[in-house]
Nanobody, 119 residues
Framework: QVQLVESGGGLVQPGGSLRLSCDAS?????????EAWYRQAPGKQRELVAS?????NYSDSVKGRFTISRDNNKNTMYLQMNSLKPEDTAVYYC??????????????WGQGTQVTVSS
């Protein structure tokens, strides 16, 4: 079973920074095809924040403040969040399209990590 485990959320003041991590693991061969971060605020739909393949893409609301990256050696994806605003408050989810011999290519979700921006 593929597992995605997120970490790094928490409470931060406006203007502060956080770095989220998402570690992928599986008891066998697997290949990560695409990686992305989503977020869902209370009462709102889940939205795409950033994605990375050969290039990176960002939603307009985070462009210039957030940076998505990955460490292929560690099968880990990151989201560096700077200049945080109260409207960035949400549960952040990592999402990966992963290939395994047994499951083919499928999308997987992490459990979510809470980010709260408040003074």
């Amino acid at each position: 079973q593929v597992q995605l485990v997120e970490s790094g959320g928490g409470l931060v003041q406006p203007g502060g920074s956080l770095r989220l991590s998402c570690d992928a693991s599986f008891g066998g061969f697997f290949k990560i095809n695409t990686e992305a971060w989503y977020r869902q605020a209370p009462g709102k739909q889940r939205e795409l924040v950033a994605s990375i393949t050969r290039t990176t893409n960002y939603s307009d609301s985070v462009k210039g403040r957030f940076t998505i990256s990955r460490d292929n050696n560690k099968n880990t994806m990151y989201l560096q969040m700077n200049s945080l605003k109260p409207e960035d408050t949400a549960v952040y989810y990592c999402n990966m399209n992963i290939y395994t011999y047994s499951g083919g290519s499928r999308y997987y979700w992490g459990q979510g990590t809470q980010v709260t921006v408040s003074s």
